[in-house]
């Protein structure tokens, strides 16, 4: 498992006491749990990492797009901002803009291929 993964999967479970610790109010006012954006948020590093976004220079593709986009609209912003700090920390740059440029984490990612073949 990368790093960075096991870095995130640790933030996610530990995020609901830390906010609450920056604000001094309980983590239920903090934090809602919310699997399924934790999710998208997942398998955006998850893509990401297997398919050599470290050593790329090449703009993503369409399916790296969509699964960051999920991530980018993750309801609690300081998750996706966790996961951007931390992909800027180990390669030193990031595709996660949270907040903007955001896709629904809650529907599956279906991606068209770009040149779809004429039919026979």
Known sequence: ???AIFVFVVLVFSLPSVAAEEVGTS??????????ANQACL???AYLLNHDYERS??????MALAHVRRCNGHPNKLICETVSQIMTREYGKTPFTCGSDTADYSMPVIVLPDNPSPPK
Do not use: F, G, R, W
């Open 1 to 3: 498992m990368s790093k």
């Open 27 to 36: 983590s239920q006012n903090q934090y809602v749990e919310n699997p399924a």
């Open 43 to 45: 398998d955006a590093i």
């Open 57 to 62: 220079d090449k703009p993503l593709s369409a």
